[in-house]
């Protein structure tokens, strides 16, 4: 049980969460571990007697803001004495070093730490110099049940794996998150009924790779299987899967993704590139051509099939040229969403010494002209759904218009893409409703509350409320 505080009371615990979907749930998963061992949890940093950062190590910009909340939290220090531990991604990647940019922490953990993190608070709380463990990353789930959800109730993710085996040279997140590591199955379908019980109705599959999942513990890819069975439970409405690993996107799980019921037709797919000299120096192991033929075919499998990348611009070695065959890309593809990242030469990896680097204002000018086109490409496939009808889930209401709500549909991922803004005298945050596509901007679209629908788009069948 909580103990380190004179006057008797638990100490209290703040997170200051950064980064992805992957910290969002680690951090909850600590929250769950420090509320079962009496730690008392707040959301006022300016009070907690112990203020974790959970980082984020990916590029350079993360690391900035990941540095800049760690000086934040070490203002608190001064002022109050608040311990302050620093966990996450950045913590395991460069670990003890971080100290000469960053002394004053109370503790440094990494990424396998975080299921004992009441081990840590209790001996930060004790201790006089800094608590520092350096260990490989060991993915240890935290038992069911445990987490405290930080999302909306009616949404959740639920982490299928840890880690990633694929060797693309710009990224350092192998050598500091380790290798693949698969959740057991029946794991995952606790946990999933674990959030149902409490309301769950969106649930978002998230990994480093999800079409990985199940390779290393059972010999073959059980995404398909998984969602089939997640399906089977008849309790979410909507089942997402994020981060699709290009050539692992089989037949069979396209067929899954077009053809379950509450499986939405949703595929978030890192293409990185898509001109083939860069996808090989970044060792991505499919082409151009099988891009185009792999989005030919999750389209041909549902119509309304939503598909989402991320690209690198200023990769060492892009040219004018390459650059332009990506913009061709993505005339020809037509994505409905894409980000990009300018590219950031990351300790360790063999990207970072790589010759004819891009000078960074023509990287950022690339960025901003991918970034314009495909704002024009969203628009149109936006313009597409005017006069149709679909579902959305209501998340709150306008902050500035009456009547407003927002909400976002099966094509809408939480956080990372646009919403639905629905005309509507009343709604409930947390409902589905069926709405009528009224306009569209690049982002988001306008809608009208309709009264009934008999068919919902992006919906394999009728699920009822
Ligand atoms: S698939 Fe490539 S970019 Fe993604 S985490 Fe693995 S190594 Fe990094």
């Known amino acids: 049980m909580a103990s380190g505080r004179s006057n008797g009371k638990s100490p209290s615990v703040a997170i200051v ?31 907690a007697d112990v203020l974790i950062i959970n980082t984020c190590g990916f590029i350079a910009s993360a690391k900035d803001e990941s540095l800049t909340a760690i000086r934040d939290a070490l203002r608190w220090k001064r002022r109050r004495g608040t311990k302050v531990i620093v966990a996450g991604c950045l ?32 001996r930060t709380l004790m201790a006089d110099s800094p608590v520092i463990e350096e260990t490989p990353p060991q993915h240890r789930w935290a038992r069911t049940g445990t987490r405290v959800l930080s999302t909306a109730p009616w949404s959740a993710y639920l982490k299928i794996s ?45 990994a480093q790779d999800s079409t990985q999942y199940g390779l290393d513990l059972y010999g073959r890819q059980m995404l398909p299987q998984l969602l089939r069975e997640l399906s089977a439970m008849q309790t979410f409405r909507w089942i997402r899967v994020l981060y699709c ?41 499919v082409g151009r051509d099988r891009y185009v033929q792999l989005i030919r075919r999750l389209r041909e499998a549902h119509p309304d099939m939503t598909v989402r990348s991320t690209f690198i611009v200023g990769f060492p070695g892009e040219t004018e040229q390459h650059f332009a065959n990506l913009l061709a890309f ?17 300790d360790g990896t063999p990207a970072e010494n790589l010759p004819n680097r891009v000078p960074e204002r023509v990287a ?27 579902e959305v889930l ?6 500035a218009q009456r009547n407003l709500w927002i909400a976002r549909s ?5 956080e990372v893409d646009g919403t639905v803004l629905v005309r509507a005298r009343e709604a409930q945050p947390g409902t589905f409703l069926t709405v009528s596509i009224t306009d569209a901007t690049a982002y988001d679209l306008l809608a009208e509350r309709t009264i009934s629908l008999p068919v919902r788009a992006g919906q394999k069948e009728e699920v009822p409320l």
């Open 330 to 346: 993505l005339e020809e593809v037509q994505l409905d969403r894409a980000g990009a990242f300018v590219f950031s030469p990351e």
């Open 17 to 47: 969460n950064l980064g992805c979907a992957k910290n969002v749930v680690d951090a909850e998963e600590m929250l769950g571990v420090l509320a079962e061992h009496g730690y008392s949890l707040t959301a006022d940093t300016s009070r």
């Open 364 to 390: 950022q000018s690339r960025y901003d002209r991918l970034m314009r086109l495909q704002q024009r490409i969203s628009l149109m496939r936006n313009r597409m759904w005017i006069g149709r009808e679909m």
């Open 91 to 122: 913590s395991q990647r460069y670990g003890k070093s971080l100290l000469e940019q960053v002394p004053d922490v109370d503790a440094l953990i990494g990424v396998g730490q975080m299921a004992r993190i009441h081990e840590v608070v209790e």
């Open 410 to 414: 099966f094509r809408d991922a939480p």
């Open 394 to 399: 209501v998340e709150s209401a306008h902050p």
């Open 162 to 206: 840890e880690g990633c085996d694929h060797k693309c040279t710009f990224c350092a997140i192998p050598a500091f998150r380790g290798g693949h590591v698969s959740k057991p199955l029946e794991r995952i379908l606790e946990e999933a009924q674990d959030l149902a019980r409490r309301g769950v109705q969106e649930v978002n599959l998230i």
């Open 245 to 285: 690993y290009p050539s692992r996107v089989s037949d069979e799980v396209i067929d899954v993704l077009a053809n379950t019921p509450r499986v939405l037709p949703y595929v978030d797919m890192p293409l990185q590139h898509a001109d083939d000299d860069i996808l090989r120096a970044m060792m991505r192991p």
